[in-house]
């Protein structure tokens, strides 16, 4: 605690902000961890998706509908919507309609799911885009000491010294913290926008399959 306590010192106040920023976005990391782990769902995609072939095969729509409750996750969700619009509209419109129907479904439960996993990354982006110019402005301020330090009149040599030490250190703490908060806020928010495009493209794969699937049992 108490090197905790001096570092913050020697960096000035604007260390205390980038503390704050740090612990910001640990909260968001944690926190979207959890949302996407819960997004996975129960069942891992390969074998739901595996599953899932199988039952369009033979066109059993009562046991799709059982995996995706199963399945407790963002892929049995897009499911579960795609199924309940089927059943509003199977056999009462052509081929064509029902295709274009699901295909939007298809693309709004995507569009809810994708926001909810997307909630909060905006924070983690501004995290790693202020905490640079924080840090950067910290650093000048501690240049700002140096020079005034070094035009003091009547000082003597040893409080010279002295005051040029305390605006060195506040700008290299200041450069290192604002670093250090930075990459971290961009690489985790690299990691979760990467998740999410993934996340995006196996919706998408469950849903085309099965789309084609239930357009094949139409026919």
Do not use: H
Request: hydrophobic share 50%; with cysteine; net charge positive.
């Amino acid at each position: 605690m108490t090197g905790t306590i001096a570092f913050i010192v020697k960096g000035g106040p604007l260390v205390a902000v980038l503390l704050i920023l740090s612990i910001i976005s640990v909260s968001v990391v944690i926190e979207r961890y959890w949302v996407m782990r819960v997004a996975s769902g129960r069942v891992r995609f390969s074998r739901f998706y595996k599953r899932l072939e199988d039952l369009m095969k033979k066109g059993d729509i009562v046991a799709v509908e059982k995996l995706a409750k199963e399945q407790k996750g963002i892929y049995g969700r897009v499911m579960e919507a795609l199924i309940n619009r089927y059943k509003m509209l199977g056999g009462k419109v052509d081929l064509f309609t029902l295709k274009d129907d699901l295909n939007e479904t298809m693309n709004e439960q995507m569009a809810i799911e994708s926001s909810l996993l997307e909630r909060n990354l905006i924070v983690m982006a501004t995290i790693g885009s202020i905490s640079t110019m924080t840090g950067l402005l910290g650093t000048v301020i501690g240049m700002i000491r140096c020079f005034a330090a070094l035009s003091l009149v009547g000082a003597t040599a040893a409080t010279a010294s002295q005051q040029l030490a305390v605006g060195i250190a506040e700008a290299l703490v200041n450069t290192a913290g604002g670093l250090i908060v930075a990459i971290v806020a961009i690489i985790f928010y690299n990691y979760f926008t990467s998740k999410i495009d993934l996340f995006s493209f196996n919706m998408e794969a469950v849903s085309r399959e099965f789309i084609a699937g239930v357009i094949g049992l139409a026919r």
